[in-house]
């Protein structure tokens, strides 16, 4: 039997969720400061665990599966920093010490983020125990999401190279909204627009409310087109695509083409909408991303810079967190710009992690999508449709990792950390669900003839 909540409980949950939008709204936590605030809220919450569970007398944890590969990856972490032996005599310098990593101290400072990402996951994972609290999460994302989109097209005319009209970024691609970089806004609009989105699609949105919630999702779109984010755009479609073909399972041709159709008029309308409303620059911001002379957006020269480092490092690959190490001495281009991520997750799990990341990494989106799609069908309107978008939320920035290094920023791995909490808190049944949605659907369902004769049979059988 499932302890009742308690005051800690609350606190923790409250500290998750104000977690989120603090790492969004602090340039997305990716500045030193902000990163040690981050880690100090997430220990602090660790710590209001452990004395609630003393406290009740019951250990809360979640016994998904999904959470392994995220421990053992910290584990192999500290595996690569481990010593054996010593390096050969270099320039009179002896004794230093033979690790799997290249750079021993960068990966124990990414073994230390992921533990305190993997902390706040199964803190989160903990929380979400009833419906009450994922509605909460699921109406925080999609508000947020709404202002957040507000402000970032505020921001693109009003101050488009200043986020918050104060803090200029040096040697980054332009901001957007609080994100150094535009690429990382997109990031983050791809998932929060992925939970309206997905109770839409799944029809879980009550009929006085869907008006309200397609406007949230539309200018959560526009401001991502407005970003100029090329995989941001294609990540888009891409959850939207996954979205029709998930809500659409048995169901017949018509409604699947009806689905497909309104998802492009949706794209449609926010692709005309971001012309309409950012003139030229709407358009013209992605002509100068492919046009760009910047070092980052030469992709291709990167990815086959990394191949190389992939191959030089396996099996076990050149260490988490010392990629730029690994990639200088194969850097084509002379040094001339120091390239600290391969814009390309996939690529530096295998440059970094080598084939036991790529097993980590593997059974991990197993475990989402084989959780996902069940989920997906569950019998409860509601959490049919959180699962629905927090599922196509995760495959939008996985489609969006193939281009860049999203996963990177601290607030999108939070954002992302807590649509997977989504995915498995949907397959769960809780006291408090709510089933209006489906009463209605069954009454539908009953004919006004087949009322009528079982009215008759009832009639009849009284007499």
């Given at each position: 039997?499932?302890?009742?909540?308690?005051?800690?409980?609350?606190?923790?949950?409250?500290?998750?969720?104000?977690?989120?939008?603090?790492?969004?709204?602090?340039?997305?936590?990716?500045?030193?400061?902000?990163?040690?605030?981050?880690?100090?809220?997430?220990?602090?919450?660790?710590?209001?665990?452990?004395?609630?569970?003393?406290?009740?007398?019951?250990?809360?944890?979640?016994?998904?599966?999904?959470?392994?590969?995220?421990?053992?990856?910290?584990?192999?972490?500290?595996?690569?920093?481990?010593?054996?032996?010593?390096?050969?005599?270099?320039?009179?310098?002896?004794?230093?010490?033979?690790?799997?990593?290249?750079?021993?101290?960068?990966?124990?400072?990414?073994?230390?983020?992921?533990?305190?990402?993997?902390?706040?996951?199964?803190?989160?994972?903990?929380?979400?125990?009833?419906?009450?609290?994922?509605?909460?999460?699921?109406?925080?994302?999609?508000?947020?999401?709404?202002?957040?989109?507000?402000?970032?097209?505020?921001?693109?005319?009003?101050?488009?190279?200043?986020?918050?009209?104060?803090?200029?970024?040096?040697?980054?691609?332009?901001?957007?909204?609080?994100?150094?970089?535009?690429?990382?806004?997109?990031?983050?609009?791809?998932?929060?627009?992925?939970?309206?989105?997905?109770?839409?699609?799944?029809?879980?949105?009550?009929?006085?409310?869907?008006?309200?919630?397609?406007?949230?999702?539309?200018?959560?779109?526009?401001?991502?087109?407005?970003?100029?984010?090329?995989?941001?755009?294609?990540?888009?479609?891409?959850?939207?695509?996954?979205?029709?073909?998930?809500?659409?399972?048995?169901?017949?041709?018509?409604?699947?083409?009806?689905?497909?159709?309104?998802?492009?008029?949706?794209?449609?309308?926010?692709?005309?909408?971001?012309?309409?409303?950012?003139?030229?620059?709407?358009?013209?911001?992605?002509?100068?991303?492919?046009?760009?002379?910047?070092?980052?957006?030469?992709?291709?020269?990167?990815?086959?810079?990394?191949?190389?480092?992939?191959?030089?490092?396996?099996?076990?690959?050149?260490?988490?967190?010392?990629?730029?190490?690994?990639?200088?001495?194969?850097?084509?281009?002379?040094?001339?710009?120091?390239?600290?991520?391969?814009?390309?997750?996939?690529?530096?799990?295998?440059?970094?992690?080598?084939?036991?990341?790529?097993?980590?990494?593997?059974?991990?989106?197993?475990?989402?999508?084989?959780?996902?799609?069940?989920?997906?069908?569950?019998?409860?309107?509601?959490?049919?449709?959180?699962?629905?978008?927090?599922?196509?939320?995760?495959?939008?920035?996985?489609?969006?990792?193939?281009?860049?290094?999203?996963?990177?920023?601290?607030?999108?791995t939070l954002l992302f950390l807590t649509?997977?909490?989504?995915?498995?808190?949907?397959?769960?049944?809780?006291?408090?669900?709510?089933?209006?949605?489906?009463?209605?659907?069954?009454?539908?369902?009953?004919?006004?003839?087949?009322?009528?004769?079982k009215l008759e049979a009832d009639s009849?059988?009284?007499?």
């Open positions: 039997m499932k302890p009742e909540s308690t005051r800690i409980n609350r606190l923790i949950f409250f500290f998750l969720c104000a977690l989120i939008v603090f790492a969004t709204v602090g340039y997305g936590a990716v500045h030193q400061p902000i990163i040690a605030f981050t880690y100090l809220i997430i220990a602090l919450a660790g710590v209001l665990w452990a004395v609630d569970s003393i406290r009740v007398g019951v250990i809360r944890l979640s016994r998904s599966a999904i959470q392994l590969p995220i421990i053992l990856t910290v584990v192999y972490a500290f595996v690569q920093i481990i010593p054996f032996g010593t390096l050969a005599d270099m320039h009179g310098v002896s004794g230093i010490r033979r690790t799997i990593s290249i750079e021993p101290f960068w990966t124990l400072m990414f073994a230390l983020h992921i533990l305190a990402l993997f902390i706040f996951f199964a803190l989160m994972l903990n929380v979400l125990d009833s419906a009450a609290r994922i509605r909460r999460v699921t109406s925080l994302i999609t508000v947020f999401g709404f202002v957040f989109a507000f402000y970032a097209i505020l921001q693109f005319f009003l101050s488009p190279f200043k986020i918050y009209g104060i803090y200029e970024a040096q040697h980054a691609a332009q901001p957007f909204g609080s994100f150094v970089n535009r690429h990382n806004y997109a990031a983050f609009m791809e998932m929060a627009i992925s939970i309206p989105l997905g109770m839409l699609f799944s029809g879980a949105v009550a009929r006085d409310k869907r008006l309200i919630t397609i406007t949230a999702v539309g200018l959560m779109g526009l401001s991502l087109v407005m970003s100029g984010s090329r995989g941001g755009l294609l990540a888009l479609i891409a959850g939207i695509g996954f979205m029709v073909l998930v809500t659409s399972k048995a169901k017949t041709g018509n409604q699947i083409a009806l689905k497909a159709a309104l998802a492009v008029a949706m794209l449609l309308v926010i692709v005309f909408g971001s012309i309409f409303v950012g003139g030229e620059s709407s358009l013209t911001r992605f002509a100068e991303t492919a046009q760009s002379n910047d070092f980052s957006a030469n992709r291709f020269q990167i990815w086959k810079v990394t191949l190389d480092v992939i191959a030089h490092n396996l099996p076990f690959g050149a260490g988490i967190g010392a990629f730029a190490a690994a990639y200088t001495p194969f850097d084509t281009a002379n040094g001339l710009e120091r390239v600290e991520q391969a814009h390309n997750d996939y690529l530096q799990i295998l440059a970094d992690a080598g084939i036991v990341g790529l097993l980590l990494a593997g059974y991990f989106v197993y475990r989402l999508f084989r959780t996902g799609i069940a989920n997906a069908r569950t019998e409860n309107l509601f959490r049919r449709g959180v699962a629905v978008g927090a599922l196509a939320g995760c495959f939008s920035i996985l489609v969006h990792s193939i281009f860049d290094f999203v996963l990177h920023t601290t607030a999108i649509l997977v909490g989504l995915v498995v808190a949907g397959g769960f049944e809780y006291a408090d669900d709510e089933r209006v949605y489906e009463r209605k659907r069954r009454r539908s369902n009953v004919t006004p003839f087949e009322v009528k004769k009849s059988g009284t007499d």
